[in-house]
């Protein structure tokens, strides 16, 4: 499980640029080594950072039972303000923020769309939606930012992306009691959800609400359109070619696929990221075959496929190239990747 997030996070960080396509494997060979020291060590949060061991645990509880404290609004106490962030972690400030460093391109689409973007002091490579993003300071990228360079901006609070950041990094930043909001998203549902505790935390409720309520508006529309489909195709989603990965039952890519009214062909797979091999996709003959890949190359991937003939996918050329970077960013955009691709599926 390790191993396959971790590297599924590098490998879609790493398609969202042509120039990162060469560097794919080894930021995913260091994004598992890293992974793998972090669970070897016990990590305690630092006081005043995200909580304590005890607290992430609870927080684990809350997301397995569906805990209303997850989206419970700020506290006020005697230190500051307490907000809830994505895992259930209470983040204690000493007031709102005004100062926020992103280190997950998703996190600084979703800072913007909850009406935070102009406290935005820092972020990380590829945090290029909106379009005002693209003139923050980059500090780095989501596997590995410069440590000395965050704390010395002084930032009200970090935004980290939970389960793609390097957990090395994460935890050194506890260790020197910077603060942590973790933006996690397991499910499109979830960016309602996530855009509204990040209302809270900057104060901006009324924006993050029109906001979420957009999203929710349009996931309902594409449900209606699609996801009600009597028959649900198979597809294989590819989002890297050698080595072959796809993703399982609880990314949510596979999300995207059930309201485009199709089925991943490996969503019974518990892992996000897994790892397989050609003969597996023969063996689960998918109908349709997706290529998820970098611009420029998404072509060549799903051109691939053509010699193993005796796939439903190639004998009834439903090979489908998609480049819309926006549906690994884990923002709000990727409701209109989501889009795009069911109306790529239902072209052909």
Not at 61 to 71: F, P
Request: glycine share 6%.
């Amino acid at each position: 499980m390790i191993r396959s997030f971790a590297v599924l996070a590098a490998l879609l960080a790493a398609a969202l640029s042509p120039a990162t396509v060469a560097a794919a494997t080894a930021t995913a060979a260091t994004a598992t080594a890293t992974a793998a020291t972090a669970a070897a060590s016990t990590a305690v949060a630092a006081p005043g950072g995200a909580g304590t061991a005890a607290t992430a645990s609870a927080a684990e509880g809350a997301r397995a039972t569906g805990d209303a404290s997850v989206d419970a609004p700020a506290r006020a106490v005697a230190s500051g303000l307490t907000v809830v962030d994505d895992t259930g972690r209470d983040v204690t400030l000493p007031r709102i923020p005004q100062r926020i460093v992103s280190i997950a391109p998703g996190a600084t689409e979703m800072l913007f769309a909850a009406g935070a973007g102009s406290r935005v002091i820092a972020t990380v490579e590829f945090s290029d939606e909106p379009a005002e993003a693209k003139k923050i300071p980059r500090i780095g990228d989501s596997n590995a930012v410069d440590i000395e360079r965050v704390v010395a901006l002084r930032p009200d609070v970090v935004v980290v992306w939970e389960g793609g950041n390097n957990v090395a990094q994460i935890n050194r930043l506890e260790t020197l009691k910077v603060p942590l909001y973790r933006h996690h998203l397991s499910r499109l549902s979830d960016i309602p959800k996530s855009l509204r505790r990040l209302g809270v935390l900057a104060g901006t409720q009324s924006i993050a609400e029109k906001a979420a309520r957009d999203v929710e508006t349009r996931l309902d529309a594409l449900q209606k359109r699609y996801g009600q489909a009597v028959k649900k195709p198979t597809v294989f989603l590819e989002v890297w070619n050698r080595p072959l990965y796809t993703v399982g039952g609880s990314q949510m890519l596979t999300d995207a696929l059930h309201l485009c009214g199709t089925r991943n062909v490996f969503e019974d797979l518990k892992e996000q990221g897994p790892s397989v091999d050609t003969e597996a996709v023969i063996a689960r003959d998918p109908e349709i075959i997706v290529a998820v890949a970098p611009p420029g190359t998404a072509q060549e991937w799903a051109a691939e496929w053509k010699r193993f003939g005796t796939l439903r996918a190639v004998r009834d050329d439903r090979l489908i190239p998609f480049e819309d970077r926006r549906l690994t960013l884990l923002g709000p955009s990727v409701v209109d990747a989501t889009e795009a691709l069911c109306e790529a599926i239902h072209r052909k």
